[in-house]
């Protein structure tokens, strides 16, 4: 028995995935973007409330301005990155909601009510589109290295607004010399999963 | 121009995978589940700090608890799934730090430090892991059905204990009549990405 996902896909998407830390000089183009993220918005979300927003910093102007909020150990590699792409969740989401989730037309009300809970739904639904997007990257043939040391407030500051709360940092671009180490353990399928 | 990825690989994972809301009979295996989880373990999080922990609900006892924590909309279709995986995040991930990331063997103090910070750690690459999981379940030929409509402190009281958080509770199994209706549109890539 086995998964009937062809093998090769496995390790494009998993096994031999890495996250990179260096990159060629090879551009990311935006069509590239556009066909990954033709892909991964059918990915699952509540109500498909599909919170998710990417900027993508292309200019050096705007490079500059989001290296200095990144930790030490990611400024290096964000400044060379063919492409970095700050995602985001829209808090105000709901207000594409009778568009996109007609089944409901009341799940825009529901969720105009409570921003506190809005603001939960998009977070845990923006993660989730997060990782969609980091495995449309690989399907792209690219390296992701997704990043979370960085000022989120200031990111936020100087890139979103007051609606929009960063949720990852993603370098993208095809992975250059030593752009990753050995391949870290992981945990056992009986340290993580268990039967009640 | 196109993804690298194969278009039947795109299909299975993405264009016509669904959230299933209806199951056949036939179950679902724990080595289905251990395929899948060796796959979706290679996905990466934040100094490999892997929080996500799965609870299977196998027993009819153990199923009858947990439906009477699910939201009305989702009470009949987790009593009647094939399968049901509680996902929730280890807040003492950093525990296993040291094994499962030796190149910075300060990792596990850093986080020892903050609960605050660890949660929202293994909150943000808990998520991050449930959607890979989702991932997974389709490349195992699988539906799943996410499902955040529950109550969490009560599942968390229920199944869990102070130091897993749940996450997503994911319905499994194959798709059954009327498993669900028209896909819902998504967002255009003009209103999903800028560029600065």
């Known amino acids: 028995m086995s998964l009937i996902l062809d093998p090769a896909a496995q390790d494009l998407l998993f096994r ?14 935006d069509e590239q973007v556009q066909m990954i993220y033709d892909l991964v918005k059918y990915g699952p979300t509540a109500f498909n409330q599909s919170p998710l927003r990417i900027t993508l910093v292309r200019s050096r102007e705007a490079r500059e301005r ?7 150990v990611n400024q290096a590699k964000t400044a060379d990155a063919p492409l970095v792409a700050i995602l985001s969740a829209d808090n105000e989401f709901h207000e594409e909601l009778p568009r996109l989730f007609p089944a409901f037309p009341q799940a825009k009300d529901a969720f105009y009510a409570d921003r506190t809970v809005r603001e939960r739904s998009a977070q845990l639904n923006g993660i989730l589109q997060a990782a969609y997007f980091i495995i449309g990257v690989r399907a792209a043939g690219l390296a992701a290295g997704p990043m979370n040391g960085f000022d989120y407030p200031g990111v936020q500051a100087e890139f979103l607004d007051d609606d929009h709360a960063p949720l990852l940092i993603v370098n993208i671009g095809k992975p250059g010399l030593g752009a990753w ?13 268990t039967t009640v």
Chains 1, 2 share one sequence.
Request: charged share 30%.
């Open 66 to 72: 989001l290296v200095k909020h990144m930790s030490p």
């Open 16 to 29: 031999e995935a890495r996250t990179a830390n260096t990159f060629t000089d090879e551009p990311v183009t």
């Open 181 to 193: 180490g050995e391949r870290a353990p992981r945990l056992g399928v009986d340290e993580v999963v």
